[in-house]
């Protein structure tokens, strides 16, 4: 039987690289940042699936986990930290990226990657 | 029967991302990348971070959509095709 | 044609990169070293129910605060971006209907957030969260009744006083308890309640408010007025 963590792992991983390849190879400067938030989601799940348990549950110590054996029943909190923080930022970063875009939009009257050469060689 | 749950989500998911990439409209990408988040947030929840899962369906599928069809109303007010 | 090669071949490349995680990926029985303290510690040393909290706020608390910061400098980034780009506002307005409908609803919608950021040490959910729903709130004001004016004023004196207060009880730690960002300069409390777990629900309440009026300032931008 393969593990739920395992399973999560190879979605994430696919996730990455469907995004890599989305800000790669799409011309759109918002399907860009569409691909960068797909790799954004994907790199999360990765994440979050390092740090499961099999058959244990969300570190929160209520009725169900009792104070005395909470190590032996809880998932690890730390990637759920680090994820939740990620999440953030990245609502934070794509924000700013899609700015860049209007901004790029209004001086260039163009969406298309190709038109917007300066710094090619 | 949670890893069929699991391969379920992971297979609509990767659909909806490949959507995302190859559909015409920028509109409907723009909300197949909003459907990835809110599944993924079913998925962290299967995993046991509900805080994650509450973060990604706030921020992942509600704000982070609105901030781009902000940015898709800016840019299409000038040419209303595409 | 060349191009496209190229990318495929650096998409299999980083492919093969993950490839050994994938294979040598085994779960682990045992909670790590590290975690496993941070779970003992947040039981025994702060009286927190929710273990995700204490290690963002207490544990990670220095993480935390540059994540603020960063989310900060966002929200400049994308005001210097949009400056003077004053657009004419979203949609016409709406029937009376659904503006008297949306006020009501934005005031439960305000309590919700509130309830989830101060009950973010006992519950799933806390400031990041919390401030979501409130800037959630912001933005149904905006869509959906024509006459809204966002406060600027308000919104930058809630956004940079909140910050300064959660430097301030960081600062306060160094003196009257272990460390910078340690929650023990108040009473601990009862495992459990809600004035309990010391400052954390303090400084994760001033977190909530920094977002929210953070993401309101960045919707508010990106919407135009």
């Known amino acids: 039987m393969i593990s739920i963590s395992m399973l999560s792992l190879i979605l994430g991983i696919a996730l990455l690289i469907t995004g890599i390849f989305a800000m790669l190879t ?19 799940i990765i994440i979050v699936s390092l740090g499961y348990l ?49 901004e790029m939009y209004r001086k260039n009257r163009s969406l298309s990657i190709d038109d917007y050469q300066e710094l090619k060689w | 029967m949670i890893p069929v749950i699991v ?34 947030s079913v998925l962290y929840l299967i995993l046991g971070s509900p ?8 921020i992942g599928s509600g704000l982070t959509t609105v901030v781009f069809l902000f940015a898709l109303y800016r840019v299409r007010k000038g040419n209303p095709d595409d | ?43 025994n040393d702060l009286e927190t129910q929710n273990v995700v909290t204490s290690v963002i706020v207490t544990y990670r608390g220095l993480d935390t605060l540059g994540e603020v910061t960063v989310l900060f400098l966002a929200t400049v980034g994308v005001g210097l971006l949009l400056k003077g780009t004053q657009e004419d506002r979203l949609l ?16 439960m919608i305000m309590v919700l957030g509130i309830y989830i950021f101060s009950h973010g040490h006992l519950t799933p959910g806390g400031g990041f969260q919390g401030g979501v729903v409130i800037a959630s709130g912001f ?16 919104l930058n004196l809630v956004e940079s ?13 160094l003196v009257l308890a272990v460390g910078f960002l340690s929650p023990e300069i108040l009473p601990l409390g009862d495992f459990g309640r809600l004035l309990s777990a010391g400052a954390i629900p303090v400084i994760y309440s001033l977190i909530g408010l920094k977002v929210g009026s953070e993401l309101t300032s960045i919707l508010v931008t990106m919407g135009g007025e």
């Open chain 1, 26 to 44: 799409r011309k759109n400067l918002i399907r860009i940042v569409i691909g960068f938030s797909i790799a954004d989601t994907g790199t999360h």
């Open chain 1, 54 to 102: 099999r058959g244990r549950t969300a570190p929160i110590i209520d009725r169900a986990v009792n104070a005395a054996d909470a190590v032996q029943k809880v998932v690890d909190p730390i990637p759920s930290a680090l994820v939740l923080t990620a999440i953030v930022i990245g609502l934070a970063v794509t924000a700013v990226m899609l700015s860049f875009v209007v």
């Open chain 2, 7 to 40: 391969i379920v989500l992971g297979i609509v998911m990767l659909g909806a991302a490949f959507a995302a990439i190859y559909f015409k409209s920028l509109l409907a990408s723009i909300i197949s990348a909003g459907v990835i988040s809110l599944l993924a």
């Open chain 2, 51 to 58: 805080d994650v899962a509450m973060t990604e369906a706030t």
């Open chain 3, 1 to 43: 044609m060349i191009k496209y090669l190229a990318v495929i071949v650096s998409v299999v490349g980083l492919g093969m990169i993950f490839l050994p995680i994938v294979t040598g990926f085994h779960e682990a029985e045992q909670l790590s070293p590290l975690a496993a303290q941070y779970v003992e510690g947040s039981i």
């Open chain 3, 92 to 107: 016409m307005p709406f029937s009376e209907l659904l503006e008297t409908t949306s006020s009501v609803l934005v005031a």
């Open chain 3, 139 to 154: 933005l149904l004001l905006l869509l959906a009744s024509s006459g809204t004016k966002i406060n600027h004023l308000v």
């Open chain 3, 161 to 173: 006083v909140s910050g300064a207060a959660y430097v301030g009880i960081g600062a306060a730690g």
